[in-house]
């Protein structure tokens, strides 16, 4: 266990509906991420928060809307998603913008 | 030219063998490396973290960084079975984003 937890681990959701991904850590970490992972692709960095501020949104679609209520959680809030979203999505934190700790991932299926 | 490129492989070895896994990358701020080791339908554990060039080793595992080359290679001995995923290399400047490779999957048979 890496101290990041993710729930839930897997959810299948349709494209009209929303939900809502959660994270937390225990590590005591000031900085938290959203990555996304494809198949075959890099993994690709959504959003980045440094003491619960946004610091990075890297053109990620509207629909995809995060929330960091203080430095232990993180949320990712979905709505009207495609497809194309249906990925491995994963959360991570780091204590001083270096190495990353990686929690389990949800597996997300849009139909 | 992408930033970063490892080759995804996949790779196959027997048991016992040694591995070489690389990543060559093309910006010259690169300072911290990084190595996760992803099981699959997992999320990735860091395996090794390297800053500047130079090596590290930690039990069967060995980091190397080449700055003047840009080139960055684990090396996994005697290799295990449960050894068996895809490995990622990551890096950064020092500011929050990292960036990884496509990752290498690796299998090691019995």
């Known amino acids: 266990e890496t101290g990041v937890t993710q729930t839930p681990r897997h959810l299948v959701m349709g494209m009209t509906n929303k939900k809502s991904l959660k994270c937390e850590q225990h590590?005591?970490?000031?900085?938290m991420y959203w990555y996304k992972q494809s198949a075959k692709k890099p993994l690709e960095l959504m959003f980045v928060y440094n003491f619960k501020e946004q610091t990075e949104n890297n053109s990620v679609p509207s629909r995809f809307s995060p929330e960091c209520p203080n430095s232990s959680h993180l949320f990712l809030h979905l709505h009207t998603l495609q497809p194309e979203d249906s990925a491995l999505y994963l959360c991570a934190s780091s204590p001083a913008a270096k190495e990353q700790f990686f929690g389990p991932g949800t597996r997300l299926t849009v139909l | 030219q992408k930033e970063v490129e490892q080759d995804p492989g996949p790779l196959s070895v027997p048991e016992g063998a040694i591995v070489s896994l690389n990543c060559t990358y093309s910006n010259s701020a690169f300072q911290y490396f990084m190595w996760y080791r992803q099981y699959s339908r997992k999320g990735p554990e860091l395996l090794m973290y390297?800053?500047?060039?130079g090596n590290k080793e930690d039990g069967r595992f060995t980091a190397q960084v080449d700055k003047s080359s840009k080139y960055i290679s684990l090396f996994i001995r005697d290799s295990q079975p449960s050894d068996s995923a895809t490995y990622l290399c990551?890096?950064?400047?020092?500011?929050?984003?990292?960036?990884f490779g496509k990752g290498t999957k690796l299998t090691v048979n019995p």
């Open positions: 590590l005591g970490h000031n900085a």
């Open positions: 990551a890096m950064s400047g020092g500011s929050e984003k990292l960036v």
């Open positions: 390297t800053y500047s060039s």
